[in-house]
C-alpha cells in the first residue's frame, strides 16, 4: 500500500499492530517506556491530539509542526549530531516528509529493540509498515478522536474509556487542560460536557 506524504501543518492517524498474536507491551513498564520515548523523539516534529495504547497494537492522532517549526528541528538535530540532519541526496522539497519519516522510524526501530533487550526476545515486533491516513476534516477529526479512546471499550478490555490508563482520554478530562492545542479541541466538541457525551454516545451505539 502506497503510503501517505507527510506534510507540515496536517493531522495523521498512524497505527500498527505486533507480527502474529505477539503483543506490544507486555507489562506497564512497556506503556511507560513507549511514551517517554515517545515525548522525547517525536514532540520535536509534531503535536499530540489523542493516542490509545492496546495491548498489541497502538493509535497516535498527531498534527504535524509547521515549516518554521521543522526547520528549527532540523538544525537542532544536525547541532546534535554534528552533521546534517538531511542528506543531499534528498530533494529540498521531500526535507519535512524525510525528517518527519525518519522521526518516527528511529522511534519504532528504538521502542523494539529495548522491547527486546527488556524481555530477552529477538527478532521484529512490529508489522512491516506503520500505516498512516491525512484527516482532512474537522468532523472526520472528532470521529477519529472517539473511534481511538473507545478502542479499549470495542475490545471489551474496559466499559467505558475513562477505565483504560493508556490513553489521551484522561489529559481531556482533567479538571485543569494545560495543553492549548487540547483546549482547542475540546472546543471544537462543544466544551468538556460534550466531549463526555460524544463518547457515551457512541457506547451506546
Known sequence: MKQVYFEPGQIYHIYNRANGSENLFRCHENYKYFLRKYQEKISGIADTIAYCLMPNHFHLLVKIKGEKELEDFIRQISKQNRKPAIPPKIAPGDRHHFIIRRSFHNFFSGYVKAFNKYHDRR????????????????????????????????????????????SSFHMYIEKEVKN?????????????????????????K
Do not use: C
Not at 180 to 204: N, P
Open 180 to 204: 492549548l492545542f487540547t483546549k482547542q479541541i475540546l472546543e471544537w466538541f462543544g466544551g468538556r460536557k460534550a466531549f463526555w457525551e460524544a463518547h457515551s454516545s457512541d457506547i451506546d
Open 123 to 166: 527478532g521484529s515486533l512490529l508489522q512491516q509498515n506503520t500505516k498512516r491516513k491525512i484527516v482532512m476534516d474537522n468532523s472526520y477529526l472528532l470521529n477519529i478522536i472517539i473511534y481511538i479512546h473507545l478502542n479499549p471499550v470495542n475490545h471489551e478490555f474496559t466499559v467505558k474509556p475513562e477505565e483504560w490508563p493508556h
